[in-house]
């Protein structure tokens, strides 16, 4: 029962460096999310995909992009890293249905130096 | 404005007393969703209860119960008979409308229980 799986945990990068998250799923969850978490700030929405070849922009997408080529598997790339990116980053996937919770992988934290 | 508010960045309780985390709201959708999720100092999102809009009696989850005051944007968290276990932020979230809708978060509050 792995659920979803971020990769790598941890990261470092130096800035103007690219590097892309990844997370799968294996509960066939139609929807995927992707957060970033810092301190005082909760958790804020960057992408979100309702299903396999579609993605959306949340809360803060600008200077992310994602990918959902597979049903299991959402992307996050960072192509050109800022400092501001320093952050963890949580996905998420979910079935259809407004009760539905989010389940969430264990996270990636990322420093850009 | 803030669709979620969580007005407490911390809270102190002794083990085995009750403690009431807040949690207001902001919707015009009739149908929404609200949400209360566990992360403790190893970092994972754990999920504690849900409560849906038109439900009519107030979610509880063991230990966890929500207490939903619809008129007044409400949906607080209640924990009975703290346990040391229960040091962790909490987040309340919200989800409006129904099918494609985001969930939302509030800035959490960090609850720390003392023997």
């Known amino acids: 029962n792995a659920g979803v799986t971020q990769t790598p945990k941890f990261r470092v990068l130096k800035t103007g460096q690219s590097m892309t998250l990844l997370c799968a799923q294996d509960?066939?969850?139609?929807?995927m999310y992707w957060y970033r978490q810092d301190p005082g700030m909760g958790l804020r929405l960057i992408h979100y995909?309702?299903?396999?070849?579609?993605?959306a922009k949340g809360e803060v997408p600008d200077g992310y992009n994602v990918s959902r080529l597979k049903k299991q598997n959402f992307l996050l790339g960072l192509e050109s890293a800022a400092p501001s990116q320093t952050s963890v980053y949580f996905c998420a996937s979910t079935e259809r249905g407004s009760y539905s919770p989010l389940h969430f992988g264990n996270g990636t934290r990322l420093t850009v130096t | 404005a803030q669709k979620i508010t969580q007005t407490q960045p911390g809270m102190f309780v002794q083990e085995k007393e009750a403690v009431t985390l807040d949690c207001t709201y902001d919707t015009s959708d009739p149908s929404y969703g609200l949400f209360w999720y566990k992360q403790p100092s190893s970092g994972e999102m754990i999920f504690l209860i849900y409560q849906g809009s038109y439900d009519q009696q107030n979610a509880t989850e063991g230990r966890y119960s929500l207490n939903f005051q619809k008129a007044r944007k409400s949906a607080n968290l209640v924990i009975s008979a703290s346990q040391l276990g229960d040091s962790a932020m909490y987040f309340c979230?919200?989800?409006?409308?129904?099918?494609?809708?985001?969930?939302?978060f509030g800035k959490g509050t960090m609850l720390l229980v003392s023997p």
């Open positions: 995909s309702v299903g396999e070849g579609t993605t």
């Open positions: 509960m066939n969850h139609e929807y």
């Open positions: 979230a919200m989800r409006e409308g129904r099918g494609y809708s985001t969930l939302t």
